[in-house]
């Protein structure tokens, strides 16, 4: 097999059972669709979906310094996650610029494992090793360890309690716990990124048939069905959550990106990027960089990543994101604007498609926010 064949999931022959459209992901053979990706988005919003996202990069590190190696590395406070709990943070290079978002799960008291991008997962883990130099702390790359299935949506709590008798009600929003799904050992993580309520379960390679099988049947009365990434994406845009290498690159910084609240100062010891940071943050009191807005067309004409942002005749930013949104049922976009446009209703901004100035509206993000 030469290096430059895409790398297949543990159900790789299930999705092509399946019939789903294939792409290459990251150098990966993913799902791209089973069916119609409106009818997998709204699944996941009113019922279930079932989706493969084993080209996660799982990272773990461990040892008597893994928190102090994980704060120095990351700009959050990781030592102050308890155990079976998890954060949202970033690995930021020295000059401040994001190389990845990442979620962190503390497993254990000297046990954290995090969970990187499939397009980053290598930069990430060359990053920690190259940190982890004088910490009593071990860097291990576990991405062939896992496989990860993620159900979300409104009936995936009791779909997952059918299959498990892990305290599911006591599971916190960005929470862990290990526990036994349909008969298979799992990490069992109240997290993901679609906006709905939903689980992601990190199993061995090996019982990732089983347990997606289980799931498919345990969901079928309710509606579940199994999603690919082109409605993943769809979800998280409505959900106003940012993806790499769209609003997030080494370009910004997290206070350009509308997320210094995740760099934490007051943490004990130095992190990578810190000047670079304090500088950022100063930058964006006095001077705002431009803001990351929701737009919502008033035509049908779908912009795309890349289009400009235009008002008065001038460009006053740059659309990141941009699908038709199934649930909104109009094209909606992520941009960043000049601050002077960015309040939600601001009128007379436009999207340049095709040299053609197709009108938007700016909205607060995120578009969508589910019923609790």
């Not at 159900?11 to 053979?29: E, K, P, Q, S, V």
């Not at 279930?48 to 590190?61: C, K, P």
Request: proline residues 6%; glycine residues 12%.
């Amino acid at each position: 097999m030469s290096s430059n064949a895409p790398r297949l999931t543990a159900l790789d022959a299930l999705h092509r059972a399946l019939g789903a459209t294939m792409t290459d992901f990251a150098g990966w053979d993913m799902p791209l669709r089973y069916g119609s990706e409106r009818d997998e988005h709204n699944a996941v919003r009113t019922r279930a979906g079932l989706f493969d996202l084993s080209h996660m990069g799982e990272i773990t590190v461990t040892g008597p310094q893994a928190a102090a190696l994980l704060n120095h590395a990351l700009v959050g406070n990781i030592a102050s996650v308890g155990v079976g709990r998890a954060r949202y943070t970033m690995i930021c290079r020295e000059d401040g610029g994001i190389l990845d978002d990442l979620i962190v799960y503390r497993l254990a008291e000297t046990e954290y494992m995090v969970v990187a991008n499939a397009s980053n997962a290598q930069v990430v883990l060359d990053a920690l090793t190259e940190r982890a130099a004088g910490f009593d702390a071990e860097v291990r790359d576990d991405r062939d360890a896992y496989a990860l299935i993620a159900v979300q949506g409104p009936e995936s709590p009791g779909i997952l309690k059918s299959l498990t008798d892990a305290d599911l009600d006591g599971l916190k929003y960005y929470a862990g716990l290990p526990g036994t799904v349909a008969g298979v050992p799992a990490l069992i993580a109240r997290t993901g990124y679609t906006g709905e309520d939903g689980f992601e379960l990190f199993v061995a390679p090996s019982d990732a048939e089983r347990l997606w099988q289980a799931l498919t049947e345990a969901g079928a009365p309710v509606g579940l069905i199994p999603c690919g990434l082109s409605c993943r994406d769809t979800l998280r845009l409505e959900a106003g959550m940012p993806l790499y290498g769209h609003e997030l690159s080494t370009e910004l910084t997290p206070f350009d990106a509308g997320l210094g609240r995740v760099v934490k100062f007051d943490k004990e010891g130095d992190f990578v990027g810190r000047e670079a940071l304090t500088e950022a943050a100063a930058r964006a009191e006095t001077a705002p960089p431009r803001v990351l807005v929701g737009l919502v067309a008033e035509g049908r004409r779908v912009p795309r990543a890349g289009y400009a942002v235009v008002a008065d005749g001038k460009v006053i930013g740059e659309v990141t994101s941009g699908a038709p949104s199934p649930t909104l049922g109009k094209p909606i976009a992520m941009a960043y604007v000049d601050a002077a446009h960015a309040a939600p209703g601001t009128t007379g901004v436009g999207v340049d498609i095709r040299g053609s100035h197709e009108p938007y509206e700016v909205v607060a993000l995120p578009f969508y926010k589910r019923q609790k």
